[in-house]
């Protein structure tokens, strides 16, 4: 996938962003990634609010690349751009992240108690990660933008 197949697709959208934007992301990121990790949170809900961390994390780097995420399948679309906005080094996480949406739709829409604490924590390992692969580039790249 290249951005100019998902400007056609009409799957993302030219946008600036500022650092006051993404200092609103950082905040959600933050308040996720300790959500998830409450004592006694279920493992839905853990595995749901890591989930969402990823997903706001995926949504700053696309936004530092110039560009919004829009339309149907915008969580499919937000684990491809990052891929594209970061490079290769954050393709192991989109992939992880790709494979997660799915049990995340699951869990969210149809079926409750199908996340296992295993799973959970994984999830949240991988989005902490995730953050300061995000972070590091974005510092790199994007120091104006940088926390």
């Known amino acids: 996938m290249t951005w100019q197949q998902l400007l056609t697709q009409n799957r993302i959208r030219q946008h600036t962003t500022s650092k006051n934007e993404l200092e609103d992301l950082r905040g959600v990121v933050a308040r996720d990634l300790n959500d998830a990790a409450i004592p006694g949170l279920s493992a839905d809900r853990s595995f749901a609010t890591a989930y969402n961390a990823a997903l706001q994390l995926a949504k700053m780097a696309v936004a530092c690349a110039g560009y919004r995420v829009s339309g149907i399948g915008a969580h499919q679309a937000s684990f491809e751009a990052v891929e594209l906005a970061i490079g290769t080094s954050v393709a192991n996480h989109a992939a992880y992240f ?45 120091p104006h933008l940088a926390p």
Do not use: P
Not at 117 to 129: F, G, H, R, T, V
């Open 98 to 142: 790709e494979t997660c949406r799915r049990k995340r739709n699951t869990l969210d829409y149809d079926a409750a108690y199908i996340v296992s604490d295993a799973e959970a924590s994984e999830i949240l390992k991988q989005a902490q990660e995730f953050r300061v692969a995000v972070e590091e580039w974005i510092a790199k790249i994007y």
